[in-house]
């Protein structure tokens, strides 16, 4: 297939930024360049269908690294960039917060720089900003985040990629380039790391490991299918305006606690096991420091304005995912060998 567009897709590796590498190959006649530095977080492995594809490439890089971006933007020359690489993980930015801002904030403005620097000729072009509803910091009982709601990050995380998500918008305000910007909820689905409550509640029980739940586990999120996900940036991407920001909301809340049951009795189901057996691994540890109560979004911009809706229902969504994991035990495996151990350890050793 003769392709018509080259897409700069950094963190193609990850979790959210692998299912649009596959997305965007299988869909579209484009040429797909997933530039990633493989931290913990990027797996090939999360790739392996479609290595070998004419048009994909894969670039090993760090987007702290500029003279790495003008090589890969040199020889590659993108039309659009889609921009998901990052720290992404709230509890890693509590113990590490600079390694956040040198990839999330750094790293962002040296993509800026060079989007700048190579696109002589701003037609056609697009800066695609993947980003969070987690900058608007946190809801009580009532209210919705929406575009026009006020930015108040709070965790080193969110921090870092409120500030990204300013550079990216300056960019557009003072350089012209042609930037979309989108916040999203909770992702899950196939691929996501086991450091994120879905992956690891679905872990532990496999291993009749405790499930540490945060707090009380009244915390709420408002949880996304990826495959939604991505199909809302398909579609903000080529029909959105530039200069613009769109929020991207499952339209599902839950309660932690509420998410985790679920999940106990799904796999209870699946294992063969009595019903609230898992439900006994549950324990309430100390809280995450800061911990925001609840996230909820407003997405009808997106609806009304593009005709998204997200698909997935969360029944479905969840068992897809479990289906999934209990598939795909060596993936598992694999991504919790090593290194994995002593992060968990030193994660859950004071809670
Ligand atoms: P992830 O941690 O699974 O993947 C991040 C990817 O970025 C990895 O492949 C990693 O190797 C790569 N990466 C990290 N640092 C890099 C660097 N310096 N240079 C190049 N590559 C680097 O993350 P995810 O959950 O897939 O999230 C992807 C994006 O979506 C992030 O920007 C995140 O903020 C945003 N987001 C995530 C969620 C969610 O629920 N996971 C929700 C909304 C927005
Ligand atoms: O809202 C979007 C954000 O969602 C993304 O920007 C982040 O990249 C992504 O990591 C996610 O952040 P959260 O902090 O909400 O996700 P996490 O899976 O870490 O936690 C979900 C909730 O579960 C949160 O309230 C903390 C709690 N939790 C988490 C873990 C890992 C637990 O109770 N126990 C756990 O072991």
């Known amino acids: 297939m003769k392709s018509d567009k080259t897409i700069l897709i950094t963190g193609g590796a990850g979790f959210i930024g692998s299912h649009a590498v596959r997305h965007f190959i299988n869909k579209y006649p484009y040429r797909i360049v997933n530039l990633d530095a493989l931290t913990y977080a990027g797996n090939l492995n999360n790739l392996k269908d479609i290595q070998g594809h004419p048009n994909y490439h894969f670039e090993k890089a760090d987007i702290r690294d500029r003279d790495a971006l003008d090589r890969i933007f040199n020889f ?6 889609m921009h998901f690489a ?37 037609q056609g072009k697009l800066f695609y900003h993947v980003s969070t509803d987690e900058v608007f910091g946190s809801l009580g009982a009532e209210g919705y985040f929406s575009e026009d709601t006020p930015y108040d990050p709070r965790s080193p995380y969110s921090a870092s990629k409120a ?19 989108s916040n999203c909820s909770n992702n899950y689905g196939p691929y996501q790391f086991p ?10 029980i496999l291993n ?12 709420i999120r408002d949880w996304l299918y990826v495959q939604d996900h ?15 920001t769109y929020l991207i909301g499952g339209h599902n809340e839950l309660r932690n606690i509420d998410l985790v049951r679920l999940l106990c009795n799904i796999m ?5 096991r009595t019903k609230g ?55 598992l495996a694999g991504v919790t060998s090593g290194a994995y151990q002593a992060y968990y350890e030193q994660q859950y050793q004071n809670r």
């Open 76 to 81: 590659y020359k993108p039309d659009w960039i």
């Open 163 to 181: 500030s990204s998500d300013h550079f990216v918008r300056a960019y557009h305000h003072t350089y012209h380039i042609p930037v979309i910007v």
């Open 230 to 244: 991505i199909d809302a940036i398909d579609l903000i991407a080529h029909r959105g305006k530039t200069g613009e």
């Open 86 to 122: 990052a720290e992404s993980h709230v509890d890693r930015s509590i113990m590490d917060p600079l390694a956040f801002i040198e990839t999330n904030v750094l790293g962002t403005a040296n993509l800026l720089l060079a989007a700048r620097k190579h696109w002589q000729e701003l």
């Open 268 to 272: 209870d189901h699946k294992l063969g």
């Open 277 to 331: 057996h898992s439900e006994n691994l549950i324990r309430f540890v100390k809280d995450r420091p800061g911990h925001d109560q609840r996230y909820a979004i407003d997405a009808s911009k997106l609806e009304k304005n593009l005709g998204w809706l997200p698909m997935i229902k969360p029944e479905i969504g969840l068992e897809m995912t479990v289906d999934w994991y209990l598939k795909e035990k060596e993936w």
């Open 208 to 219: 009749e490991k405790p499930i540490p739940v945060y707090g009380d586990g009244t915390n």
């Open 195 to 204: 450091e994120k409550l879905i992956p690891v509640v679905i872990q532990n």
